[in-house]
């Protein structure tokens, strides 16, 4: 699947807080961000900074590792 990392990631982060059943709210809670940010990178009109997604990966109690291994293997596995 050929789709670019700002979709990529907000798809993966979506995809990971619907799991956990938590709101965009809740996440951005969690992260110390507004809630807006979430909506942001989830819709893909925001590429975070590193430093943010690692926040929000935090929030979702993951690790950075973990998080970027999904990222890679969900959407830019050959």
Sequence with gaps: MDIGIKKAMGCLVREIRK??????AEL??????HPNTIHLLESGKNEPKLSTLF???KGMNMDE?????????KYYAT
């Excluded at 951005?28 to 961000?33: D, E, P, T, V």
């Design 19 to 24: 799991r956990q059943k938590i709101s965009q």
């Design 28 to 33: 951005a809670a969690r992260c110390g961000f």
């Design 55 to 57: 926040f929000i990966v």
């Design 65 to 73: 590792q973990e998080f970027m291994s999904l990222l890679c293997e």
